[in-house]
């Protein structure tokens, strides 16, 4: 089993959508969450860190599942701006700074 | 425009030369990291250097071979690489030995797309 999985997509889909990604991973003990964006041949950009409360960032919300081990982002109203891919990144362990990225998903939003 | 920086941004070698990746971060950062990404692959963390220390070393092949001089700049040295190392290669930094429990951002290069021949 990977220790990342996430649906490579693309998710194709109408500005103004309203869409959602998941995200599962293998190491129960994993301390960290996050999502990343990496725009076609750009670097990866932190989005937003994954609370276990859940969290928002204005269009986006991040919420993660420690029982069943996954993590979501949604994105609401979906702007042209958002097509990218988004990358899941897992921290294994609080002493380290190692972060496990998953294959990431490739959302295009479309006129 | 990134505090992360890397250069060359491309560079096609044959399996013979000997070539190095440059990267340097101006963030004030204490660890730097190199990655691998090839397509339809995840990222994977080769080296991870922190204060200066190799503290991480993922089986990656003798043919790449890290430098961390000071805690700015780090190298990857290259030689009789295969094909199959043909990959964008990423550099990033991050502030470590933060609160417990904090999470310290690995901030990242633009990266360098290497073409093995």
């Known amino acids: 089993r990977k220790e990342v999985e996430q649906d490579p997509g693309p998710f194709n889909v109408p500005e103004g959508a309203t869409v959602a990604f998941n995200c599962t991973y293998s190491?129960?003990?994993?301390?960290?969450f996050f999502w990343y964006r990496q725009d076609c041949r750009k670097e990866p950009k932190l989005l937003m860190s994954?609370?276990?409360s859940g969290n928002e960032d204005g269009r986006f919300t991040a919420q993660l599942n420690r029982a069943s081990q996954y993590i979501s982002l949604l994105i609401r109203d979906s702007k042209l701006s958002d097509s990218a891919t988004y990358l899941c990144?897992?921290?294994?362990?609080?002493?380290?700074?190692?972060?496990?990225f998953g294959t990431g998903t490739r959302l295009q939003v479309f006129p | 425009e990134t505090g992360v920086t890397q250069t060359p941004r491309h560079l096609v070698m044959g399996m013979t030369n000997k070539k190095s990746l440059k990267c340097e971060q101006h963030?004030?950062?204490?660890?730097m990291y190199w990655y691998k990404q090839s397509a339809k692959k995840p990222l994977e963390l080769m080296f991870v250097?922190?204060?200066?220390?190799?503290?991480e070393n993922n089986s990656v092949p003798s043919r790449f071979s890290p430098e961390c001089p000071n805690s700015s700049h780090l190298f990857l040295h290259l030689h009789t690489l295969q094909p199959e190392d043909s990959a964008l290669y990423l550099c990033?930094?991050?502030?470590?030995?933060?609160?417990?429990?904090?999470?310290?951002?690995?901030?990242f290069g633009p990266g360098t797309r290497l073409t093995v021949l």
């Open positions: 990033a930094s991050s502030q470590v030995l933060g609160p417990p429990g904090s999470y310290n951002e690995q901030f």
């Open positions: 190491n129960s003990a994993s301390q960290s």
């Open positions: 994954v609370y276990s």
């Open positions: 990144v897992v921290n294994p362990s609080q002493n380290t700074d190692k972060l496990i």
């Open positions: 963030l004030g950062h204490n660890a």
């Open positions: 250097y922190s204060l200066e220390e190799r503290v």
